[in-house]
């Protein structure tokens, strides 16, 4: 950390400060500037709330100087990570994409999307069982109803799942049907959640809250890998901010960042970054050609008797030609899709 | 709902709507404009999601007429409620003060807290027992010794108590140690933990989360009652915006907002709601001015060696002196502390 | 300034970069801590942008240690400063009460405003010629017309008369009318038209745009300070956010945080920061309570009517409400009206 | 628009807001719904503020049913606008790049960017001469040497020039030396300014501001269009978010709204849009895969001496592989660059 002193600080409080924070056991380095003086703080300052020096006197602010990561860091693992599911390998040359149903609605529903997803290219089912939703009144999904048909589903086709699990209590079911662990974004900040699928084995989709910052997404990531699994994939799925024409601002600039900062895959969902099946297809083109590592994709049979998130699912044959123009953007960069 | 049709859809477009949306059970009405038609839609649209005709053939965007939330909204609920906490009316003529640690650290720190914020004034002791740290390296509190502390100062001071609840799980258990269950911003939306509580008959406080809008939070509150809980009291404590010169934006706007939309209580939490404890002040101030019902106070008898939002925290002798400032503030509006 | 080196920067990097800055004039100091080094640079950056050296090898980010604004900081200028206007001083005891039509519409209209308004105790009047709006389909203001009106009102009521303007070639012609000039949201970061007001001697209200940061509003006054004119008043008047229930986010945070960084006075616009005429009252009152130097209303007789801003403004007789609610809460606090 | 009455309103107060909306010119025609009552009103909205009828009895809000632009809706102009400069056609097949550095500082620094970025493959060259800063005491352009020196750059090597007009008072000067006058974001509802450049015809870029909605940049290029320049280009550039691993937040989900809601043509900037030179690459693949018209580009031959937006610009070397990179993608969805 590097503590800033104000304009007027005292020697003495500067010597206050420094002993202060020895206290803790950090060692201390002042620097003397024209207008301020700054102390150097050495040590590992990732336990501390760095805001809580600026309560001593003569204290301005405190900035930190490590990033608060650790195990999501490229610091400490300077090449990429490669998630292996039932074969397939997330993070490597091979652009991966997930596709399906918002919400598993019935076994027709199910089994007309899978075969079209299969056959368009998708390497992986997504569907939902159990549904955060705004509203209590709205389709809460099928539950453990919807995890048998997506088995069903799985195992008729040969394609991994993935579905979202919600509450601590039901990790143990979920994870007896999926491939992949899906946290949604209103639980990006669930701990209780994120310690208890860092408790098993199975990969895990996190999602980025759409109130948080790429750190914040990382720190979630580091309570599951702090709890022993190491098979964690990113997703960027689009933030809140002021606009409105789309329902979420994709933010595309995570992609390269995540990129940066982090050895873990990341994975980017159109549908939710944008909320309209239209821009579904571009934003899919542009997130591969930004550097995402796979596309999750919600397609729909009949989008307009969807009984959540209709308005941004594409249809089967619009699934596929999407597949097609991702696939020319990947080999444009030198991947393969 | 409004649906409102592109520029040239045409007749059969708009007759193709009006069919769809009447075999859902509603009625429709069409307004014939001179650019656009707008069809009116008939019937409880709460369980639907309106964008989802946005597919419809012709169909430009879809907009609410309704509300989405029915038991929190003062439509069906003009006067306000009054939720009662061992004799204390919250909502009521009365501002109402809730003080204490962020996290229970030690009893020491408890019972020096404790005792002065009870003799300061305040109605209601806080604390931490389960907390939701952003770092997985972070202080996670001291869980069921954390509740057991805050019996004994309930007990000893005659104070009701205040504490979080993290996990569904837990609500049991927390629910045998409080007097009121507190979520928190980040669990605002995780909805099996509303489900829970709602299901409790203790008072619950459901803080905002940091990108939450005020009608979200109003659906929150809507599952929480929904579930049979009516004992619902809100709080604003600050949104993530651009600005950083504060740790969030305390949403003065929301309290006048909230109090005119619905029927419940409306505490402010200008610690979190402003991240500086120089500011919790004259934002308490400013809360009460603005018509809310009670306030939510971080107070530690050594905010430097805090283990948790130190820098937010008041020492007591501040506490004190800013309840005698709110209370001139509450008497100002007619109302008492 | 600080440079944070990468976590395996070499020390010839270490060494190139401290001489890179040496060689702009400043002087370096360097702290060698576990995980990473960190280079203080010692002189004044405020001319500097810090992320260009980020680009140097080995460089991870550079973080500012001083403020950017010099003139506007009580750094250099501890004492509040006191702006007069004709006879009344605003940043002292009193809380002073600009108010008036959004657009000056026609005499009747504005003779009627300005009654009214000076009855109920207002000190300045409001009111706009020259008029920024968003369509250029919408009514665009009277321009000289509007200016000579205001002038006839200023005459008559013997109020010191405020107005936008919003071209760097209308400021001398406004200035022969208006005794205060305001700079609009949209123009705060005009900046040829902050250094033609600077030129001026004329008193300005300088108003916080939509987008930017408390930092960039003193930037802003920086420009006008560091052209000449010391009499440079803030006004926080709602930012944008993610929030759609008000028109815009009051930041009340904002004022305490101003009146911490600046000695120059702070003004609260709680019409253009709520955007409903419900909620002035409630936000004006939470101003003056969280410590604003003053307010700025907008009143029209017939606000169902008015050309621009009818939503926010509030009939005669309400604000003479107002004006008595927030006297009340003035006299809490212990100052005027 | 669509008046929505309050859940109890009379039919008094329907039958005296629809007179009151009949009185301005327009017609009603009421729907009755379960639990409220509808206003259809019919006429052309775009002169009114909506937010106004709230203010009549019985009124809930009014909504939108027209966009508020028309001259640059796809409504009234279907087809694609094609802007030509010089015998450049942007908004065609082909893919555009603007490319330069942020200021002209020296004859050495512009004629050595110009000669590189002109044999990279750039069709315009960009430069700075009028700078808007942050900051009074940072580099401010160099005026009018700097307008000679991109003159003297575009006759040598036959390359239009793009540069930015800062006030209504230039706007001749400037247009007597660029080829494309550019509107900076600080300045896209500085109204003076689009007057004044909507009343040349020289082909205006115009870029977002960093907290406008795609729906206000639609409407200040409404300005210049009915002041009757029909040669505007529209430019993301970033906008503002609670994000801060980068500098703005490029919103990609504009360049398929925009090129859904307006024949303009659409330009990407992903210099700012990032604000980290090794972001502006995948950035740049993707606003082209998103379907971007063209690219505008900073370049700078010594970024880490450059006295503006070092950070954010590309070395000639790297600027010469982006080159490459984007033609790639731009052939991959049939393009060419």
């Known amino acids: 950390m590097v503590i800033v002193m104000k304009h007027h600080a005292s020697s003495e409080e500067i010597k206050y400060v420094m002993q202060h924070v020895e206290s803790l056991g ?20 990732r336990p501390v709330e760095p805001e809580v020096f600026d309560l001593l006197p003569g204290v301005e602010r405190t900035m930190r100087v490590l ?20 074969g397939i390998s997330v993070g ?17 529903q199910l089994m007309e ?6 056959q368009a290219g998708a390497h992986v089912l997504r569907g939902g069982a159990f549904k955060p939703r705004t509203s209590p009144y709205a389709f809460q999904g099928l539950g453990l109803k919807g995890l048998e048909l997506l088995r069903e589903a799985r195992d008729e086709y040969h394609l991994p799942i993935i579905t979202e699990v919600v509450s601590p209590t039901d990790v143990t079911l979920v994870a007896q049907y999926a491939d992949i662990l899906q946290i949604g974004a209103r639980n990006m900040q669930n701990f209780a959640l994120l310690h208890a699928v860092g408790e098993t084995q199975k990969p895990v989709l996190l ?6 910052t790429v750190e914040e997404l ?24 002021f606009e409105t024409v789309t329902r979420n601002t994709f933010d595309i ?7 940066s900062l982090t050895h873990l895959p990341v994975i980017a969902d159109p549908s939710h970054g944008t909320g309209k099946w ?13 550097g995402a590592d796979g596309l999750i994709i919600e397609v729909h049979p009949d989008p307009a008797s969807a009984l959540s998130d209709g308005a941004q699912s594409l249809k089967p044959e619009k699934f596929a030609a999407m597949v097609d123009e991702v696939r020319r953007i990947a080999q444009a960069i030198g991947r393969k899709l």
């Not at 003397?32 to 040590?43: A, D, S």
């Not at 999307?113 to 299969?118: C, D, E, L, Q, R």
């Not at 999602?207 to 948080?212: E, I, N, Q, V």
């Not at 239209?278 to 930004?290: C, D, F, G, L, N």
């Open 92 to 108: 490597g040359d091979q652009v991966i994409v997930m596709a399906g149903p918002c919400s598993v609605e019935t076994r027709e």
């Open 218 to 241: 990382l720190m979630a990531a580091e309570y599951i890998l702090s709890h022993g699994n190491q098979r964690v994939m990113l997703c960027e799925r689009g933030i809140r901010t």
């Open 207 to 212: 999602k980025r809250g759409l109130m948080s």
């Open 67 to 86: 990033k608060p990561f650790k195990l999501a860091s490229r610091d400490f693992h300077p090449e990429d990570s490669i998630v292996q599911i039932n």
């Open 113 to 118: 999307t899978v075969a079209a997803v299969k």
């Open 253 to 259: 600039n995570a992609i390269p960042a995540l990129k």
């Open 278 to 290: 239209e821009y579904v297809t571009p934003i899919a083109r542009a997130a591969v050609a930004a």
């Open 26 to 45: 950090f060692k201390t380095h002042p620097v003397y500037g024209e207008e301020r003086t700054i102390i150097g703080v050495i040590g590992d300052e």
